[in-house]
């Protein structure tokens, strides 16, 4: 009985003793639960047979109707596929970011390094839809880059944002441009916490720069390395949606139609609400399931994990 109020009278003093902090908390907490878990009252359209006008409770259940439809549909194969070459191909581009903070980290401290790291940071700040708009002008089989490139040859410039086979691979490599640089920032961050004497200790046992590399700052960028890639695993159906329906045309659509896209359009342009969110929520929970396996997986592995 004593031991359980000194802990609660712990709890309480550390609560109190800390009140600044917990305080300035407070409106993160709060806007977590506005914006993230109020919302979830919107799961139950997924079950049941939503109409506006009668509201979400009013409406009658339909069980797991619209789950079967979607199991059921031509898309489902379709879809799934998609969002797994995209998911899976930018997945295997993850460690181009740890090789540039490397890279950028045997660079000397001086002008070129630091204007290196401008110019790679600078295509994230790019929005969505420019960037979209420089991949259409650039591409273009006729008057874009690639187009002038191939005539100065006599040949033929192929149509990449009209392939459906090169549509992952002009998706996936576009995105390594626009982010790499960014994505490298935490790496760069874990890379300049190691402890200089380390660096002293391996150069007076002879250690070379890549041995240095690879017994010093590729260990140190482990548990970093470890924690991104589980979330990106957990999110590995969650293929974003805005550059992918903008990449989207007649040409490319059997390749392009992803989760997230087909949730839009049957949700927001044909009305269907409850089948929509019956697609998302599959969606949800599949990645989440995903996070759980990998997590697990990791710590017992490397004994790296989010919990």
């Known amino acids: 009985m004593r031991s359980g109020q000194a802990s609660s009278g712990g709890t309480f003093g550390a609560v109190k003793r800390n009140w600044g902090l917990y305080l300035l908390l407070l409106p993160a907490v709060v806007l977590s639960l506005l914006f993230a878990y109020k919302p979830m009252y919107g799961i139950l359209i997924a079950f049941k047979d939503y109409s506006p006008a009668l509201g979400i409770t009013e409406s009658p259940w339909a069980g797991f109707k619209y789950f079967e439809k979607f199991f059921n549909s031509y898309q489902f194969s379709n879809t799934i596929k998609n969002t797994l070459i995209i998911s899976l191909y930018s997945l295997v581009t993850f460690p181009i970011p740890i090789i540039l903070a490397l890279m950028v980290n045997q660079m000397r401290p001086n002008r070129f390094r630091r204007f290196f790291q401008t110019v790679s ?12 708009g420089l991949m259409v002008i650039l591409l273009s089989p006729s008057t874009g880059l690639v187009g002038n490139l191939f005539s ?4 033929e410039a192929p149509d990449l944002l ?3 086979s090169l549509f992952s691979s002009v998706y996936v490599w576009s995105d390594v441009w626009q982010h790499v640089g960014w994505d490298s920032i935490i790496f760069i961050a874990a890379l300049s916490a190691v ?10 046992d002879g250690a070379s720069r890549w041995h240095k590399v690879r017994y010093i700052d590729i260990p140190m960028l482990m548990p970093t390395a470890v924690t991104l890639l589980i ?11 805005e550059k992918v329906y903008l990449m989207q045309n007649d040409l490319n659509a059997t390749s392009s139609e992803i989760l997230s896209t087909y949730v839009y359009k049957i949700g927001l342009l044909s009305s269907q609400y409850s089948f929509s969110s019956a ?9 989440f399931i995903l996070l759980i396996i990998v997590n697990q997986i990791s710590k017992k592995i490397s004994e790296n994990s989010l919990w």
Not at 121 to 132: D, E, L
Not at 279 to 287: G, K, S
């Open 231 to 241: 979330l990106r695993v957990g999110g590995l159906l969650g293929v974003g949606f």
């Open 121 to 132: 940071y600078m295509p994230h700040f790019i929005s969505t839809v420019v960037m979209v």
């Open 195 to 204: 402890d200089p004497s380390l660096y002293e200790a391996a150069t007076v």
């Open 152 to 155: 100065l040859f006599g040949k």
């Open 162 to 164: 009209g392939s459906s």
């Open 279 to 287: 697609v998302n929520l599959f969606n949800t929970v599949i990645n």
